[in-house]
Each structure stands twice: as structure tokens, then as C-alpha cells.
């Protein structure tokens, strides 16, 4: 009877050896678990150190529309160091916008403009469509020009003028060309008015200081 207890009693030695292995493997687990955890949360307050601020439109801004300091509001965002963005409130009061911008959109340069894309008090903006031979082909945005005004009973006359944007409306080479242009505020009328007439060619003048004079 001895014999046939002790017998008996082998299998469940082995089968609590046969387990401490797997718990053992749980604990580690759990550790790995834990480690991953902390990584995830170093990781993430590191993300917090590297916020930077970034102006947004506090609302719906239009076309042309001149900014104020209640136009912005300003945002933490991480990751922003490699986009055109502004974080300096005073780098976008009394800019003019040259495209809508949505509510909540970054304010970037391109959306404010360059210096040249701003108008004065004085400087009024006219938009002309034009044949490629009355444009010349090296000119470029922020180019000055003579805008040259024909029809009318007082013959040719010229207006200095600027331009401010350029764009080929087809790929063909005879495709016109809108043009908006910067002029004097008090010849506005007449530039526009001769471009509706198609009595507008622009001619290309060296680049001179003060703006439209």
C-alpha cells in the first residue's frame, strides 16, 4: 500500500512544476505592459514641451479684408516648427488678406501677402484681361508698368501702375492673360473703365522706389 501512495503522489509534483513557467510568463508580460505604458506617456508630455503657438482666424475673414487683433486668436499646436506659419499676433494686424480664410485656418504668409501685395490709402486694385501681345512676355508680379489707355476722344495716355498678380487663363500660348493692377486711387476709374473698352496695353518700365509713382 506505501508503493501504490507514493505512486500516486508523482503526477502532482510534476503538474505544480509544469505550471511555474507560465506564471512567470504573466509577470513579464505585465512588466513589458507597464514599460510600453510609460513610454506612451514620456512620449507624449515631450510632444506638450514642443508646442509652439500659432495665429488662427478667430472667425471668417473675406478677400481684401484688413486685419485686426480681433480677427486672430492664438492656439498651442505641436509639430508646427516645420510649417509657414505665424505665431506673432502683431505680424498679421493691419495686413490685408489676398484669400478668404475659414474660421480656425493658420494665418501663413501667402495668405497675407508680400509687402508689394498691400495697398495704401492712396492705391486702388483693377482687374483686366488681356491678349498676349499686349503683355510682354518677361513681365512678372511686382513688375511696374505704363499702362497705356487708348480710345476716347483724348487719345493715348499712360498710367504708372503695378503689378500685382499675373495669370495665363489656358496653357496655349495666345491665351490671354488676367491682370490685376495697382494704380493711383484717383485714376482707378479710368483704367477700369478703359479695360472694359479693351483700350488697355501695359508696357514694362524699370522698377522705381515708392510704389505706383
Do not use: C, K, Y
Request: glycine share 10%; no cysteine; hydrophobic share 45%.
Amino acid at each position: 500500500m506505501t508503493a501504490t501512495v507514493t505512486d500516486r503522489a508523482r503526477p502532482t509534483t510534476s503538474v505544480r512544476l509544469e505550471n511555474r513557467p507560465r506564471r512567470w510568463r504573466w509577470a513579464l508580460g505585465a512588466v513589458a505592459l507597464m514599460a510600453a505604458g510609460a513610454a506612451a506617456v514620456v512620449l507624449a508630455l515631450g510632444q506638450l514641451d514642443q508646442r509652439m503657438p500659432v495665429v488662427v482666424a478667430a472667425q471668417d475673414l473675406p478677400a481684401g479684408h484688413v486685419i485686426t487683433a480681433a480677427d486672430l486668436r492664438v492656439v498651442d499646436l505641436a509639430g508646427a516648427e516645420a510649417l509657414p506659419v505665424i505665431s506673432d499676433v502683431t505680424l498679421a494686424v493691419g495686413a490685408t488678406t489676398t484669400l478668404p480664410v475659414t474660421e480656425g485656418a493658420f494665418l501663413s504668409e501667402s495668405v497675407l501677402g508680400s509687402d508689394g501685395e498691400q495697398l495704401s490709402a492712396s492705391e486702388a486694385a483693377v482687374g483686366t484681361v488681356l491678349s498676349p501681345a499686349r503683355v510682354p512676355s518677361s513681365l512678372r508680379a511686382g513688375g511696374q508698368v505704363s499702362v497705356v489707355l487708348t480710345g476716347g476722344d483724348a487719345g493715348a495716355s499712360a498710367v504708372p501702375a503695378r503689378v500685382q498678380d499675373l495669370t495665363p487663363l489656358g496653357d496655349d500660348p495666345g491665351a490671354e492673360v488676367r491682370v490685376e493692377l495697382v494704380v493711383e486711387a484717383s485714376q482707378a476709374a479710368r483704367v477700369a473703365r478703359a479695360a472694359a473698352e479693351d483700350g488697355v496695353s501695359l508696357v514694362q518700365v524699370p522698377h522705381q522706389d515708392g510704389g505706383t509713382s
